[in-house]
Nanobody, 123 residues
Framework: QVQLVETGGGLVQAGGSLRLSCEASGRTLSRYAVGWFRQAPGKERERVGAISRTGGSTWYAESVKDRFTISRDNAKNTVYLLMNALKPEDTAVYYC????????????????WGQGTQVTVSS
């Protein structure tokens, strides 16, 4: 089993940037594809994007494409979500999740979840 911890959230002005980290313990993260999700108050959880085990493949939701970048450093057991050009509508709790199957993230499925980190974008 793998445990995930997200860090890096906070308050940022619109147009700014944040980098979230998802650090794994328990099992090496290189065994898993990793996805990012977010949930705003009163809204359903939304897929943000995902990265394959090796980092060779990524996909992003249309709402964040060209603004967000997912990368990973398997030596550090960490996956990153770099968020640029942030908008107030990006405000949410961001979660990372791990799964054996990279394609499963497209339908919102994951086996292991972190506790989330709050991102607030002010206008």
């Amino acid at each position: 089993q793998v445990q995930l911890v997200e860090t890096g959230g906070g308050l940022v002005q619109a147009g700014g940037s944040l980098r979230l980290s998802c650090e794994a313990s328990g099992r090496t993260l290189s065994r898993y594809a990793v996805g990012w999700f977010r949930q705003a108050p009163g809204k359903e959880r939304e897929r943000v994007g995902a990265i394959s085990r090796t980092g060779g493949s990524t996909w992003y939701a249309e709402s964040v494409k060209d603004r967000f970048t997912i990368s990973r450093d398997n030596a550090k057991n960490t996956v990153y979500l770099l968020m640029n050009a942030l908008k107030p509508e990006d405000t949410a709790v961001y979660y990372c999740a791990a799964n054996d199957d990279f394609t499963a993230f497209r339908v919102g499925l994951a086996n292991y979840w972190g506790q989330g980190t709050q991102v607030t974008v002010s206008s």
